[in-house]
């Protein structure tokens, strides 16, 4: 017997999942994505499989798998083009490997291949004695579209076998090859920005546009799609014998096929496993968009043995990421007020899960970004959450709507205080024009203690929030007066915690020029510009002085930031703070550098270095100015001009990066040892 809650909830299973399926391939305005209907997918069939008496001929699960459109010839495939069965995290993968080896003993000894799991299309390339002469669509798995004209448009397809002419490979009389087509990230990205710079529509995600562009019917405007290709397969071949999936790639990088680089051969589930978590967020380094990686068994033979189970051959699984977009409703729109007075939206979204955590709220840019997208309240939009990336709106998903929703009007006054906000002409951005904006200042205080800046241990945005709160703080100086007492009235605050308070801030008063320089604020002087100023000027007397001419003069600093700081030191408000700052005697000062000829001899001149994770002994701070000192230059993005990456614990993709670059990579000791050589 079905329990009753069970066969209600695969009623609506059924309901939902046809609904879905009218909305992606009748009207092609689908309003969930394909995890989410993935994951709707998984449970009915997780229900069919318990109770094998719900499976009707009409159930959803009965039609998996893309749709023939009438748009293109038919193709049969020589096979069956498989899909996958998924594993979300490694316990999964371990229990796939576990149900396999209780079928076949020889899985306990077997080596696996990995292979990222590319985000594209599925292509299937016939060549008949290394000719091109068909390529095809997945379509249902048996039979696909004719895309053999869009297909040739790809300059990474080889339309002749082998590529390099003088290769040592023997040619197969037939091949038919899997592969995945997609878009790169950056070449997608790039198009986007095109697009809207023109002012038209932007597309939603790499391999949507993918899709659409393999499958226009005009082939000028596939080719002109900077699509590529990546081959992971070989669906069918004639005179020439290969025994392994790992022979297989080897073998199709000698033919000439683009073949995913990070792939590699385990000869132990555990390593396999413990290799696709640990690209988990090192994919968001790569080129293309990944969902996931794949684990296969690579003796062909035992593959083959281990069957079928539905659509997905058992010898492989995809190990699936939590999902990085999905829908859900933007139930507000609210307004930050940041460090410059500028009004910045953020959606305020219905909680879901993405990328591994509850999202709440997410970025939606500015405001000329919500017009553009037309993203209204009430909404169903799709967000996307990339590894370190902040949460953002895509946009809505307009065939979702009921028509209540309602649009979004620029605020006029500024949320927080509630005086004017206005646009300055030819600016994006609307501004709080209150100087003494609560807001605004605690962003600036916020700034001004932080990491970067002045270091002062134990405080944070909670403290300025509550300072500016109870009237503590009126301007950045005030940071130097507070007292143990004050400190004390505090909600939070005991003796102890007042104390190292008091000293940490008495420690912040003897940071070096450049650190104060970058707390200040000033826009366009960030860590860099900072240290060039404190070290051609040497005091904030001096710096006070210096026309725009004398600033511009500094290499690397511009003529907009040269204005940006001649304007800053005019400003009453700003001339108030620094008297304030003279008398209680926060007035770093050092000896002038003049620009010499000499820092060529420096050992890290002309170098360019990234920092990322954390250093054993050494802040980032420490490291920048060992850096600094011997010549060096700290970068914040991974480049091939980057010259070395310090890796610390826990490092982000910079590190990925890197590697995929080729760049050498450093651990702290090894930095300090650059230097003893
Ligand atoms: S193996 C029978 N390897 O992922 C073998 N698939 O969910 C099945 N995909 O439809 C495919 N990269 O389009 C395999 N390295 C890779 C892949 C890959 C991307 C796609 C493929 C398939 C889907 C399975």
Redesign the pocket.
């Known amino acids: 017997m079905v329990p009753i809650h069970i066969s209600t909830r695969v009623a609506e299973l059924h309901k939902i999942l046809h609904a879905h399926n009218y909305h992606y391939y009748v009207e092609q305005a689908p309003i969930i994505t394909d995890h989410e209907f993935d994951q709707l997918l998984r449970e009915l069939q997780e229900y069919e499989a318990a109770y094998p008496s719900l499976v009707t001929s009409d159930s959803p699960s009965q039609r998996v798998g893309g749709e023939v459109s009438e748009k293109f010839p038919k193709v049969a495939h020589p096979g069956p083009i ?3 069965g998924n594993a979300f995290g490694a316990e999964e993968a371990h229990d796939w490997a576990a149900r396999i080896a209780r079928l076949d003993d020889r899985v306990e000894s077997t080596s696996f291949t990995v ?4 985000d594209g299309l ?1 292509v299937v390339l016939h060549y008949e004695n290394g000719l091109f002469v068909q390529g095809a669509t ?1 379509g249902n798995g048996e039979i696909g579209e004719d895309i053999t004209a869009n297909l040739r448009t790809i300059r990474s397809m080889p339309l002749r076998l082998p590529v390099a002419p003088d290769a040592d490979v023997v040619v197969p009389t037939r091949l038919v090859v899997r592969g ?1 087509a997609f878009l790169p990230v950056a070449e997608f990205e790039a198009m986007n920005e095109k697009l809207a710079a023109a002012g038209e529509k932007t597309y939603v995600n790499p391999r949507n546009t993918a899709s659409g562009a393999l499958r226009n019917l005009d082939t000028k405007v596939t080719a002109s799609r900077p699509l590529t290709l990546l081959c ?2 070989v669906v069918l071949i004639e005179g020439v014998t290969l025994t392994s999936q790992w022979e297989t790639l080897e073998y199709l990088k000698a033919l000439g096929f683009p073949v ?1 680089a990070v792939s590699t051969l385990f000869d132990k589930i555990d390593d396999a496993v413990a290799f696709c978590v640990e690209w988990g967020e090192k994919r968001h380094a790569l080129t293309y968009e990944t969902d996931g990686m ?1 684990i296969k068994v690579n003796p062909n033979d035992l593959y083959e043995d281990l069957g079928i189970t539905g659509k997905d ?1 058992r010898a ?1 699984v ?1 190990f699936k990421y939590p999902a990085e977009e999905v829908t859900t409703t933007l139930n507000d729109i609210g307004v930050n007020v940041g460090r410059t007075g500028v009004l910045t939206p953020y959606a305020i979204l219905e909680p879901v899960a993405v990328g591994g955590v509850v999202v709440k709220q997410a970025t939606l840019h500015n405001f000329d970004f919500i017009f553009e997208k037309d993203i209204r309240i009430g909404d169903r939009v799709l967000i996307k959450r990339a590894g370190e990336v902040i949460p953002y709106v895509i946009g809505p998903v307009e065939a979702a709507r009921s028509g209540a929703e309602v649009v979004f009007e620029i605020p006029t006054l500024c949320p927080v205080c509630g005086e004017l906000a206005e646009q300055p002409e030819g600016e994006v951005a609307v501004y709080c024009m209150n100087t003494s904006c609560p807001a605004q200042l605690k962003r600036v205080i916020e700034h001004f203690v932080s990491r970067g800046t002045l270091d002062i241990d134990g405080f944070g945005e909670k403290l300025a929030v509550q300072l500016v709160d109870e009237g503590l703080l009126s301007d950045v100086a005030d940071v130097f007066t507070l007292t143990k007492e004050q400190l004390l009235t505090l909600d939070g605050f005991a003796e102890k915690k007042a104390v190292n308070l008091v000293a940490a801030i008495d420690v912040a008063k003897t940071r070096p020029l450049d650190r104060l320089l970058s707390a200040l604020g000033i826009k366009g002087v960030g860590d860099v510009a900072a240290t060039d100023l404190a070290k051609r000027f040497g005091s904030l007397d001096a710096l006070q002085a210096a026309s725009v001419e004398d600033l511009v003069a500094i290499e690397g600093i511009g003529p907009i930031s040269a204005q940006f700081v001649a304007d800053w030191f005019v400003k009453p408000s700003n001339q108030k703070l620094l008297d304030k700052l003279r008398a209680l005697n926060v007035w770093p000062t050092q000896a002038v550098v003049e620009a010499s000829p000499d820092d060529e001899a420096l050992a890290f001149s002309g170098m360019t270095f990234v920092l990322t994770g954390t250093l054993p002994n050494w802040s980032r701070s420490d490291a920048k100015a060992f850096i600094e000192q011997h010549g060096g230059k700290v970068s914040g993005s991974v480049s091939k001009k980057t010259s070395y990456v310090v890796v610390g614990a826990s490092p982000g993709s910079k590190a990925a990066k890197a590697e995929q670059l080729g760049i050498q990579l450093l651990d702290e000791a090894a930095l300090q040892a650059l230097i003893a050589l």
Not at 115 to 118: A, F, L, Q, R, V
């Open positions: 498989l899909s996958l292979e990222p799991k590319i599925t997945r995945e992971y397969q995913p794949v051959p492989a995809a």
